[in-house]
């Protein structure tokens, strides 16, 4: 089986477009780790997209926030604004839809996928020291997990914690050969809003049958999304921020 792993697309459906072309034929469904809306100017055709071809899926915190489960008084003024905004935006269907989207962690037959971390969906797993000891909550020898939007991971190799690439980010375009026997938790980066200085969409696909993961890094039309964003009224550091990939 090939899965497509996907997190924070954030209403980018530029972006996404441009992730399932050059995906296109190398996988056989799709996982999504949660945001799907927040931030980004289409916040319906990602719901109604996710809805028809997302095969597993959960919630992410713009998603609680947008479904209104979530106190606004923990985001800034800015993703605030957009979460309301987005809100304006969603039928009511498409808002009952977003509320029942599970918490994770979503536990699956060979893989657990999860929001933040295994322990906490709102919580960042940034360095090796934000997972060192997580091994021990891990219950599949593979976790997928969003919301830094920095693509990459980490495998565990008798109980450290190694980063997946040594050649650093952005770790476009690598493939790593999964070890029976290892432990990985992967960041399959984030379509709509990457935050690790490479603006491109970012999206992983894992092979269970070959054992491989392959993280991927695709243009996409930047400028489109950016003005979508403009004339929305949304906030424009949110336009401007999609350059800077960050
Ligand atoms: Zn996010």
């Known amino acids: 089986m090939r899965r497509l792993i996907l997190s924070d697309i954030h209403a980018n459906i530029d972006a996404?477009?441009?992730?399932?072309?050059?995906?296109?034929?190398?996988?056989?469904?799709?996982?999504?780790?949660?945001?799907?809306?927040?931030?980004?100017?289409?916040?319906?055709?990602?719901?109604?997209?996710?809805?028809?071809?997302?095969?597993?899926?959960?919630?992410?915190?713009h998603d609680r926030a947008v479904a209104g489960i979530e106190n606004l008084d923990w985001f800034n003024p800015v993703a605030r604004a957009a979460v309301l905004w987005t809100r304006e935006q969603l039928s009511k269907d498409e808002l009952r839809w977003l509320a029942a989207l599970p918490e994770g962690p979503l536990l699956l037959d060979d893989c657990e996928l999860v929001h933040g971390s295994p322990l906490d969906e709102d919580e960042y797993l940034v360095c090796s020291s934000d997972v060192a000891g997580l091994d021990y909550a891990l219950r599949r020898p593979m976790c997928f997990f969003g919301h830094t939007h920095l693509q990459g991971g980490w495998e565990w190799r008798r109980r450290q914690p190694v980063p997946l690439s040594m050649a650093g980010l952005p770790y476009s375009e690598t493939v790593v050969d999964l070890a029976p026997g290892s432990l990985y938790l992967i960041n399959p980066g984030s379509v709509g809003q990457p935050r690790d200085r490479d603006p491109r969409a970012a999206y992983c696909i894992w092979d269970t049958e070959q054992r491989t993961l392959a993280f991927h890094r695709v243009e996409y039309p930047l400028e489109r999304a950016q003005l979508r964003i403009r004339n929305a009224g949304l906030d424009s550091w949110l336009a401007d921020r999609l350059v800077l990939g960050r």
């Not at 949660?34 to 597993?56: I, L, Q, T």
């Open 16 to 61: 996404l477009e441009a992730v399932l072309a050059h995906a296109q034929s190398r996988y056989d469904e799709i996982y999504c780790l949660g945001d799907v809306v927040g931030y980004g100017a289409c916040p319906h055709e990602v719901v109604d997209w996710s809805r028809r071809f997302v095969k597993k899926i959960l919630r992410g915190n």
